[in-house]
């Protein structure tokens, strides 16, 4: 809930929930591009520089950006694992997402600046790229949302969660140049207040392809501008309780006790099948027809 509704009355609460969500909706992502820190990272395996973001296991993420400069520093965008500008700013963060040691996987978690809300859908995007010297790619990089953090966690084995957003199997992400896209909606259970992004497949599972360089270590990937937001309220078919169907945005649907159809979907033919008929008795209805 937005914090200026947590101490609103209830009826302002309502009348605010059944207003048209502005398209702009909100981030939920503090730092979501990872401008702000606590100090100018020097050194790599140093996430707790990055302002609210965290390494949620002992695998050693990485925070880089343009404030420090020299070899052997987490620059932007000249560092150990390539040349690569932020898509936002001038920071963002790196992982090992496959490694030549067993099992080893890096993550980046944050809470968010508010718990998401039960049966409302929420677009989670982020994007990656595949850094210059990395000796493989893979296909699926995931966002889980959780209850409170997943960590802390002390070994670095692959999360045994399963993503609620990931991208494709067999659609490897081998851009060294863009910006890669990884987005999808979740419908909240609700309470859920972290993120955390990575792999989280172990190395029985995983799929990956030969990458552009040659670097022992596996496959490093950079991340940045990380977003959950409100999916915008548009007009769509409800099924409400009695079988009748209208059209209304999907909190308006759900406030009243019905089914969301979608986004396009409409009352014409009405989806929601007949009106239950009622029942009565036979001296009820003589009553009637005296």
């Known amino acids: 809930?937005?914090?200026?509704?947590?101490?609103?009355?209830?009826?302002?609460?309502?009348?605010?929930?059944?207003?048209?969500?502005?398209?702009h909706a909100v981030n939920l992502v503090p730092n979501d591009s990872f401008e702000s820190f606590t100090?100018?990272?020097?050194?790599?395996?140093?996430?707790?520089?990055?302002?609210?973001?965290?390494?949620?296991?002992?695998?050693t993420s990485d925070y880089y950006n343009?404030?420090?400069?020299?070899?052997?520093?987490?620059?932007?965008?000249?560092?150990?694992?390539?040349?690569?500008?932020?898509?936002?700013?001038?920071?963002y963060a790196g992982f090992i997402l496959?490694?030549?040691?067993?099992?080893y996987r890096e993550y980046v978690e944050t809470p968010?600046?508010?718990?998401?809300?039960?049966?409302?859908?929420?677009?989670v995007k982020f994007y990656v790229n595949l850094a210059d010297i990395a000796n493989r790619s893979i296909d699926r990089i995931g966002a889980y949302l959780s209850v409170g953090p997943v960590g802390p966690i002390g070994n670095y084995a692959p999360l045994a969660f399963t993503p609620q957003i990931e991208s494709p199997a067999n659609v490897y992400l081998t851009d060294t140049v863009n910006w890669m896209l990884i987005s999808g909606t979740y419908t909240a259970a609700g309470g859920e207040d972290h993120i955390t992004i990575g792999n989280f497949h172990d190395d029985a599972t995983i799929n990956f392809q030969?990458?552009?360089?040659?670097?022992?270590?596996?496959?490093?990937?950079?991340?940045?501008?990380?977003?959950?937001?409100?999916?915008?309220q548009v007009d769509q078919a409800c099924c409400l309780p009695d079988g009748t169907c209208n059209v209304m945005t999907q909190?308006?649907?759900?406030?009243?006790?019905?089914?969301?159809l979608g986004v396009g979907s409409t009352c014409d033919p009405n989806p929601c099948?007949?009106?239950?008929?009622?029942?009565?008795?036979?001296?009820?209805?003589?009553?009637l027809y005296r």
């Open 39 to 59: 100090s100018c990272p020097v050194s790599f395996s140093n996430m707790t520089d990055c302002v609210s973001w965290f390494a949620p296991t002992t695998g």
């Open 251 to 260: 909190g308006e649907c759900q406030l009243a006790g019905g089914s969301p």
């Open 98 to 103: 496959y490694s030549s040691a067993a099992d």
């Open 66 to 91: 343009a404030c420090t400069s020299g070899p052997n520093t987490p620059d932007v965008p000249n560092n150990n694992f390539g040349v690569q500008a932020a898509r936002t700013g001038v920071a």
């Open 210 to 232: 030969l990458g552009p360089g040659n670097w022992p270590g596996g496959t490093n990937y950079f991340i940045d501008d990380v977003s959950v937001e409100v999916v915008a």
């Open 1 to 23: 809930m937005h914090p200026c509704l947590r101490n609103a009355a209830p009826a302002i609460v309502l009348a605010a929930l059944l207003l048209p969500i502005d398209s």
């Open 112 to 123: 968010l600046s508010s718990p998401l809300i039960a049966n409302v859908t929420y677009t």
């Open 273 to 287: 099948g007949a009106t239950a008929t009622r029942g009565g008795t036979w001296g009820r209805l003589k009553t």
